[in-house]
């Protein structure tokens, strides 16, 4: 899926303060759902969830939690950051 790299794309220009869940979501969504290629928000909203969830986990990950609930942003501090923004 390009999904994951809509979402990756989505954080690097939201910037230092982050993006929610919803938010994330509702971006990923606009991009991929058109007249020809119609997807669910609910389907796109529980891939986004779980994708942040799960890559925020591994040590070192391109993508890390913000202090407040549910908002996800850009690791810079993690050594995959300057390969990632090469390869977008």
């Known amino acids: 899926?390009?999904?994951?790299?809509?979402?990756?794309?989505?954080?690097?220009?939201?910037?230092?303060?982050?993006l929610s869940v919803k938010k994330?979501?509702?971006h990923v969504?606009?991009?991929?759902?058109?007249?020809?290629n119609v997807?669910?928000?609910?389907?796109?909203y529980r891939y986004v969830s779980s994708y942040l969830i799960r890559t925020s986990k591994v040590p070192d990950s391109i993508i890390e939690k913000?202090?407040?609930r549910g908002v996800?942003?850009?690791?810079?501090s993690s050594?995959?950051?300057?390969?990632?923004h090469l390869t977008l």
């Open 24 to 26: 994330i979501a509702r």
């Open 66 to 68: 913000t202090d407040e």
């Open 72 to 76: 996800y942003r850009i690791n810079n």
């Open 1 to 18: 899926m390009s999904y994951d790299r809509d979402i990756i794309f989505i954080l690097n220009e939201a910037g230092p303060k982050g």
């Open 79 to 84: 050594k995959t950051v300057s390969y990632t």
């Open 39 to 44: 997807v669910s928000f609910e389907d796109v």
């Open 29 to 36: 969504y606009n991009h991929n759902n058109g007249f020809f």
